[in-house]
């Protein structure tokens, strides 16, 4: 029996760890499955165990008022020490780009433990966009002993790196299995729809405006490269699109990061006790949701307004257009698909593009019913019969 360690600490690692978690532990004759989290998203990692049914072995709660990278890196660095000391791993899987993947991939080098990269090979090979992502996944690259990537593209960029094809795996992402599991949740079971419905009530938005011809698009925004005049500017482009389309609901789930809420305070005044603000009733600042009520509110949108890396994974998987507010993306495969358009932080140019696929349903259908580039929702198997194979054949 080999002994897997899985660190994850904010949301979405945690989103797109959690089904791999639990394929792991369908297979107890094989894997001694442990779970690490460090809480770098604390209230939202603790909403994605809830709702996922996991119980860390082990949470290193390192979350502290004004953390910085370099606080958010030690800690993590520091407090995996003493779980590599104790729990020995045969191997370490991290996740994607964030500090915490990072950190903790050179702790487990540091340890001489083979890591195995989920969703490996993203890149944009721009160190500063996204920031500091780029630079962490690869890094994160440099130290794995196994590249789990998620596209044929993301294989390729590997390859370029001089990475050795054999200790390469294509599986898709696992933020589809876990999408497609939620999705299941909610249509398989009424009861949580109402739930949900409820839950979004309570917190500022009334799906039931949904009715007839209303349309929502669903915002969210949290990018590092894009503080300051970035989210000045979305702010902006926002304001006017609602102006616009008084018959279209524009909802923004608000980052709990200062630096994303200031700018919106700056547009529009104290939004926080609020659901709309303005003369038009049809913008909604609400709180930060579980991935259960987005993954909900996302199934009920006509399209997305995001800087999200995930999002542009998930919301073509629910047949959902994403206009991404970044200049840079390391998911080209969305963009070749079609399924995804990046749109910047210019206020204009985002005015523009929202307003083309409000106004022309050809542009919208062709985004919406482009085929998802990024798997079947069978990622996490895949994912355990590699590592089955591969100790087979040690």
């Not at 482009?237 to 524009?250: G, N, Q, R």
């Amino acid at each position: 029996m080999k002994k897997i360690l899985l660190v994850f600490g904010t949301r979405p690692e945690a989103i797109k760890m959690a089904p791999l978690v639990n394929k792991f532990k369908e297979y107890p004759d094989d894997f001694r499955t442990i779970v690490r989290v460090t809480g770098q998203h604390r209230q939202m990692l603790d909403s994605v165990l809830k709702l996922f049914d996991i119980v860390p072995d082990y949470d290193l709660d390192i979350m502290k008022a004004g953390q910085d990278l370099f606080d958010i890196t030690s800690r993590v660095l520091l407090g995996m020490r003493d779980v590599l000391d104790e729990t020995c791993p045969d191997v370490v899987f991290v996740h994607g780009d964030t500090t915490t993947s990072t950190a903790a991939a050179l702790a487990a080098f540091y340890h001489q433990v083979p890591v195995a990269h989920v969703e490996a090979g993203l890149r944009t090979y721009n160190i500063y966009s996204p920031w500091p992502e780029e630079m962490n996944r690869q890094i994160t690259g440099r130290i794995a002993t196994w590249h789990l990537s998620p596209t044929e593209r993301s294989k390729e960029n590997l390859l370029k790196e001089k990475v050795d094809e054999r200790s390469i795996s294509v599986t898709g992402n696992t933020v589809i299995d876990a999408l497609q599991w939620v999705n299941a949740k909610i249509h398989s079971e009424p009861e949580i729809a109402t739930q949900l419905a409820n839950e979004l009530y309570e917190f500022g938005y009334d799906v039931g405006r949904l009715n007839g011809d209303r349309r929502l698009v669903l915002i969210t925004g949290h990018r590092r490269e894009n503080f300051g005049e970035g989210f000045l500017n979305i702010c902006q482009a926002i304001k006017a699109l609602s102006e616009k389309y008084p018959e279209v609901d524009f909802v923004y789930p608000m980052h709990l990061n200062p630096n994303v809420r200031n700018p919106i305070y700056e547009t529009f005044g104290d939004v926080k006790n609020t659901g709309s603000k303005g003369n038009q009733h049809n913008i909604f600042f609400i709180e930060p949701l579980d991935y259960l009520p987005f993954v909900y509110l996302m199934g009920k949108s006509y399209l997305l307004l995001s800087d999200s890396g995930g999002v542009q994974e998930e919301a073509p998987g629910l047949g959902k257009p994403v206009l991404v507010m970044r200049d840079t993306t390391e998911r080209p495969e969305a963009l070749e698909a079609g399924t995804v358009v990046l749109v910047g932080t210019d206020c204009q140019r985002i005015v523009e593009a929202v307003s083309h696929l409000i106004e022309r349903s050809d542009l919208y259908n062709k985004m919406a019913q482009a085929r998802n580039p990024y798997g079947d929702g069978k990622a996490c198997e895949r994912i355990v019969e590699y590592l089955k194979e591969h100790y087979d054949n040690e």
